[in-house]
Each structure stands twice: as structure tokens, then as C-alpha cells.
């Protein structure tokens, strides 16, 4: 399919690109920008007057919740919802049901997922089998499979033996292991230890568990020389330890979710079991230290952390409700507001949503994955058009995900989005106007 998309303004964070030009897609590649080739005919043309035209998001944290959940979550609602935020790469854990541990899973989740024509899934392997963090898994023969890295989802590895083995291993073939930093014990609360979790009786994660196995983490990886991706940091002193690692010339790199980024545990309010999330909201303090960190580079990208929860989960008392929340469909509305209250701007708010997480996907895959999170002639053709001046209202009903649950019920964002094109394929348009 030939389609062109005229007038519209062009930002390409990874090139540093900002203007108002053409862009011309044939074969699922990019064919050319701003200068047109002689005789081009489109079968589809897409006037983008007054909007962004940008590359497809890239979702380092995606739940599609099948096989195993799918009560709470199908792989073609949580697709849509994808390609419904601008998103067209996306990675998810391996804490599927049963977990990502054997190649024919993940092959038949790529074999869906490429069926549907939508967003791409790069899965992760389980680091240990069934995340019991006991037995390693066949790294080898998952990445064969299509797994690009390797990983713990939330569940965390208790023995350090096992780690170190783990890391040892992923470093000599060159994976890349992907860990959300929880010590296991002091990990087991539901709020962030504080004022407010001990006013309302709530058992509360301490900051030390995260920083804990941030040290051991980071010992490991100068020992093995393995190269790490951590998950959702929370917290203002992860920060700074992961900016000291990278300092000290550590191959590792970090992302923080859009919950973390814009909530506090005060937003837990009376007990909102919305706001029981993964890790869990911490002070303010910590949040607005993630902020500066997103901001410089310390944080390499945002993540939406997208976990659908179905209504009987989600409606309970706040420590038996299940944690997570949808939210790809709201990344890149939540990043700009970022951008806009932070004064970042919006290119570096559109980086940690594409060029940033690419350049963190493409460690694992080389140069399989080189265009993605940009605008190139040549490149893939994954494209989000987005109108900045089209401000809408979360309506929880109105989301394409099959969870219903996020914590930004009635927020105001900036920008909707106006057509997704994933691998030159036109995924998802609305181009009414507000």
C-alpha cells in the first residue's frame, strides 16, 4: 500500500528532525521525506494539516494478558488499545499463564500477535522456569523462539546464586536481562512505607527494597559484565544509584512508568483501589525525582506498565485488590503533560516514548530493529499523527482495552491521536474533530 501524509509538522527526536513536510510510505518502508519521488502515486492520502506526524511508540512494558488471563485481558482488545495510543513495538513480561518458558509458547504468541497486523511483540523469556527463580531456562532456545531478552516480571529471585548465574550466562551469549529491582522480603507490602500506609494500616514497601537489589544488581553485573534493563524504578534514591552506575560506565539502562511518574501515594486517598499498582506510589519527593531524571537521560524511557484488571479483581478491599492498571492508550497523552509541567519540551517528551526505548530494544536486536523509534527513508514505516491541540478527558468505558481501571479516571490529556501506521499498514484512524 502506497499512502502519503501531506502538510503535517514532522518531529523525528532521533534526528533532531522539526518541520512541515511530506512523508511518503510504499511497501511497509518509508520511501522518502520531504522530497518526493518523481511519479509517486499514493493509493491513500492523508492530509495531517495541524498535526504531529511522528514514528509509532515504543511500549517497553506491555501485559496482553494472554494465555492464561484472558478474563481479563484478549490479545486483540489489548492490541487495538495499542495502536489505539500510537503505539506499534511493544515488549511483554513472561508472566503469562502458563509463563514464557517454553519456545512453543512463544512462538505461538508471535504467530497471533503478527496475524492481527497491528503493533509488534517482542516477548520476554522467563529468566528461571515457571518464575520460580530455582532452574535457568533455555535462554538459547527461547531467543531462537523470538524472545529478546530475559526476565523476572514481579516476581523476585530470592537466591543470589541464582542471579549471578543468570547474568553470567546472558552475558556470554549477550542477552540482555530485564529486572524490576525488589528484594523479596521487605518487598511484600501494598503501599509505600510512609505517613499516610501507616495511617491507614496499610503494610508498606520500603524504599530499601528497591535500593537493596539495586547493590546487588549493579555488584553482579560488575562481576559478570551482563547487561540490565531495569524496571520501573520508583523511587529517588534508585535514581540516584542508577545514576552513579551508569557514571561508573555499567551497561545498564532503566525505565519508570507513566503511574509513577504523575501519582503519589496521597492520590491512594480513602483506600482507591485504583491506585494499587506495581511497584506501589511513593512521596512526592520520589516522584518528582523520577521527573528530573526522565528528563536528563537518567531514565532512559516511559513506559505505560499496561496491566488489564478485570472489575471483580480491581473492586475490592485496597490490599486484596489486584495491582496494576490499563494505560496504553494513555502514554502519550501522560508524557506530554509531562513535558508541558516539566518545560522538557515536547521533543525530548517524544523521545522516551521512541527513540529512547528503541536504542534499548536494539541493544537486544541489533540491527533487526534499527529503525524503529524514528523517521528514516528506508526504515520501517511505523508512523503516530497526533493532534496536539485536541485535549480529551480519560473515560475509563471509552478505552479499547478490555481493563477498564487506571488511576487517571476524569484527567484532562493533551493530544488525541489520529491515525497509527504499523509496518506501512494503516492499524487505526479517528480523524473526526473535537
Not at 31 to 57: E, K, Q, S, W, Y
Not at 175 to 195: C, D, H, I, N
Amino acid at each position: 500500500m502506497k499512502i502519503l501524509i501531506k502538510n503535517g509538522r514532522v518531529i523525528d527526536p532521533a534526528s533532531n528532525r522539526d518541520e512541515v513536510c511530506d512523508v511518503a510510505i510504499a511497501a511497509g518502508r518509508i520511501v522518502a521525506i520531504r522530497n518526493m519521488p518523481v511519479g509517486f502515486a499514493p493509493n491513500r492520502t492523508l492530509d495531517a494539516t495541524g498535526c504531529i506526524v511522528a514514528p509509532g511508540l515504543v511500549d517497553l512494558a506491555v501485559r496482553l494478558r494472554e494465555p492464561g488471563y484472558e478474563h481479563e485481558g484478549m490479545l486483540e482488545s489489548e492490541m487495538a488499545a495499542a495502536v489505539a495510543g500510537g503505539v506499534t513495538s511493544l515488549v511483554c513480561p513472561p508472566d503469562t499463564d502458563p509463563v514464557l518458558d517454553e519456545p512453543g509458547l512463544v512462538e505461538m504468541l508471535k504467530m497471533r500477535s503478527e496475524k492481527l497486523h497491528q503493533a509488534r511483540v517482542f516477548p520476554l523469556g522467563a529468566l528461571t522456569r515457571g518464575l520460580a527463580g530455582e532452574i535457568l531456562t533455555e535462554m538459547a532456545e527461547l531467543t531462537e523462539a523470538g524472545c529478546i531478552g530475559f526476565g523476572q516480571a514481579e516476581v523476585p529471585l530470592a537466591n543470589t546464586q541464582i542471579l549471578q548465574r543468570a547474568l553470567l550466562y546472558a552475558s556470554t551469549y549477550g542477552y540482555t536481562v530485564w529486572l524490576r529491582p525488589q528484594e523479596l522480603y521487605l518487598g511484600k507490602g501494598v503501599a509505600a512505607s510512609g505517613s499516610l500506609a501507616t495511617r491507614l494500616g496499610l503494610a508498606g514497601v520500603p524504599v530499601a527494597a528497591e535500593t537493596i537489589a539495586l547493590h546487588t544488581i549493579f555488584e553482579l553485573m560488575r562481576s559478570t559484565g551482563a547487561r540490565v534493563h531495569l524496571c520501573r524504578l520508583s523511587s529517588a534514591a534508585g535514581i540516584a544509584l542508577v545514576r552513579q552506575a551508569k557514571d561508573d560506565g555499567l551497561p545498564v539502562t532503566c525505565d519508570v512508568s507513566i503511574n509513577s511518574l504523575h501519582l503519589t501515594d496521597n492520590d491512594i486517598g480513602y483506600f482507591d483501589s485504583r491506585m494499587r499498582l506495581n511497584p506501589p506510589l511513593r512521596q512526592q519527593r520520589d516522584r518528582d525525582a523520577l521527573r528530573e531524571g526522565l528528563g536528563d537521560g537518567t531514565v532512559d524511557a516511559l513506559v505505560s506498565d499496561h496491566t488489564p484488571v478485570d472489575e471483580d479483581a480491581k473492586t475490592l478491599p485496597f490490599a486484596e485488590a489486584e495491582p496494576g492498571a490499563t494505560g496504553l492508550e494513555l502514554l502519550l497523552g501522560l508524557s506530554l503533560k509531562w513535558g508541558q509541567e516539566t518545560g522538557v519540551g515536547l521533543t525530548r517528551a517524544l523521545a522516551v516514548l521512541t527513540s529512547e526505548p528503541a536504542r534499548v530494544l536494539g541493544q537486544a536486536l541489533g540491527t533487526l530493529q534499527a529503525s524503529a523509534g524514528q523517521l528514516v527513508e528506508g526504515g520501517i514505516a511505523d508512523v503516530c499523527i497526533f493532534d496536539p491541540g485536541a485535549a480529551w478527558t480519560i473515560e475509563p468505558q471509552a478505552l479499547r482495552s478490555q481493563g477498564k481501571h487506571t488511576p487517571f479516571s476524569g484527567y484532562e490529556l493533551p493530544a488525541r491521536v489520529r491515525c497509527t501506521i504499523a509496518a506501512g499498514q494503516l492499524a487505526y484512524e479517528a480523524w473526526e474533530r473535537d
